[in-house]
């Protein structure tokens, strides 16, 4: 398996914007979480799903940010409007089983800048 | 909000030396996690310690576990170069929400020649 898969690698748009950041987990986790990774904020969970179900959203910073699993290999978080404060490192990782339980496989991440 | 709280924030060692990183958290938990965070890439595991283990070994990593003092330790030995990194500690709670792996500020660490 080639691992966690994140698109785009680096994404930089103006403020205003909408931005669309991809994920495609590792075939057969049923769990899949988006983070956030900040200089000041450290590492955030936004959200995470189970079995393609938004479980958690409660780290979702706004209504600006959304999140959808259509199905089991492929999850999105967008931004509408973004702002130059989310400029960010924006991680997708799965795991197994419940990701406090076991570990949780991380893709390299999309670096994000607003500007 | 950040559960666990690494010390020290940066470490900066020769190779061959050992080097330990802290972490402290709060609440109580199920696991704790170790993860290491290469310059621009994603974060890996390294190891995991359940709460009702108290020490564990993986090559030249050793963790410790310390529950009664919401502590843990992250000891390598014979750091090599390679061995640059940021290191995470990670718990996951011993709650209905297992799933939310919540991790700490990181210590940065630099290994010499």
């Known amino acids: 398996d080639a691992g966690v898969i994140q698109s785009p690698r680096h994404e930089v748009t103006e403020m205003g914007q909408e931005v669309t950041l991809r994920c495609k987990p590792i075939?057969?986790?049923?769990?899949l979480f988006w983070y956030r990774q900040t200089m000041m904020r450290g590492l955030e969970l936004l959200i995470y799903f189970n079995n393609n179900v938004p479980i958690d959203d409660s780290g979702m910073p706004e209504d600006r940010f959304s999140a959808k699993m259509p199905n089991a290999s492929f999850s999105t978080l967008k931004i509408q409007p973004s702002e130059p404060r989310d400029s960010a490192v924006y991680f997708c990782?799965?795991?197994?089983?419940?990701?406090?339980?076991?570990?949780?496989?991380f893709g390299q991440g999309t670096r994000l800048t607003v500007v | 909000s950040q559960q666990g709280e690494e010390d020290p924030q940066a470490l900066s060692i020769q190779e061959g030396e050992n080097a330990t990183m802290n972490c402290s958290y709060k609440?109580?938990?199920?696991?704790l996690q170790w993860y290491r965070q290469n310059s621009g890439r994603g974060l890996v595991h390294l190891i995991l310690?359940?709460?009702?283990?108290r020490e564990k070994h993986s090559g030249r990593l050793r963790v410790t576990l310390d529950t009664s003092k919401k502590s843990s330790s992250l000891l390598i030995t014979a750091s090599r170069a390679a061995d640059t990194a940021s290191y995470f500690c990670a718990t996951g709670p011993n709650t209905g929400t297992a799933s939310k792996l919540t991790f700490g500020t990181g210590t940065r660490l630099q290994v010499t020649l």
């Open positions: 075939s057969g986790h049923d769990y």
């Open positions: 310690i359940r709460s009702n283990e």
């Open positions: 990782a799965s795991s197994l089983v419940p990701g406090g339980n076991t570990e949780a496989f």
């Open positions: 609440t109580s938990i199920n696991n």
